[in-house]
């Protein structure tokens, strides 16, 4: 009786899954495509400035972000190879990936060209490809779920930064593609992964690239982005000083 019970919830837990084609596919392959990998250049060419990701719901309940989803359909194809951190290896989606995309799924994090997280899964970050310096191009890049997205001039905040008790989850980027400076505001438990992108500026032009997702929302922070917390600013009277 027992056994039978725990196999009919385990039947209709399975019954629940989505299946590939209740993702949502591309509305147009070729020109909605085309649209979102602009997006995405453009997100990497401006550090900091979000895009609004024009894409069907997903299914019900699903872990992963519509942002994420739809960065997927750009950039995946035959030749792709995709990690996926274990918190996300569900709701059919390696399946999904698969049957839109082509791409493969691979187990070893070091021979992804894409790899899905989540901030917890950044709290030890596998062993991604960074590439080299006759190759940097050869690297993982990472595409990242979380809670709380938003970003805004430098300026704006400014006038009450050393007051603010929210700096915890706020990081101030520079650099090449953004005019003066941006300040995102993450989920707090992003630290380590903005802490392992900010490591980035030691090894370049090696490094990991990561375009940063909330629901329809997404942000690019190349490996050449400098990238400060904010709490380290405001405990440094100087530090806002600082040339960008």
């Not at 837990?13 to 993702?23: A, E, I, N």
């Not at 995946?76 to 799924?105: K, M, Q, S, Y």
């Amino acid at each position: 009786m027992h056994d039978s019970s725990t196999g009919a919830v385990s039947h209709n837990q399975q019954s629940t899954v989505p299946r590939p084609h209740d993702w949502p596919a591309l509305d147009d392959a070729v020109h909605h495509g085309q649209r979102l990998f602009r997006q995405l250049l453009s997100a990497m060419a401006e550090p900091g400035t979000i895009a609004e990701v024009g894409l069907a719901p997903l299914p019900s309940g699903v872990a992963l972000s519509r942002a994420a989803w739809g960065a997927m359909l750009a950039l995946c194809d035959l030749d792709t190879r995709v990690w996926i951190a274990p918190e996300l290896n569900r709701d059919g989606l390696a399946e999904a990936i698969g049957f839109h995309t082509g791409a493969c799924i691979v187990t070893q994090a070091d021979q992804a060209d894409f790899a899905l997280l989540t901030p917890q899964s950044c709290q030890k970050l596998p062993g991604f490809a960074e590439g080299s310096d006759s190759y940097p191009d050869r690297s993982t890049t990472l595409v990242v779920v979380l809670e709380a997205l938003s970003s805004t001039d430098y300026q704006g905040i400014h006038h009450n930064i050393h007051h603010d008790i929210n700096n915890a989850g706020r990081w101030r980027l520079s650099g090449p593609g953004i005019l003066e400076t941006k300040v995102l505001t993450l989920d707090a438990c992003a630290e380590a992964l903005m802490m392992r992108l900010s490591a980035n500026r030691k090894s370049f032009p090696c490094g990991s690239d990561a375009i940063l997702t909330c629901a329809g929302r997404l942000i690019a922070i190349p490996r050449s982005t400098r990238i400060a917390h904010i709490s380290a600013i405001a405990s440094t009277p100087t530090a806002t000083q600082e040339s960008t």
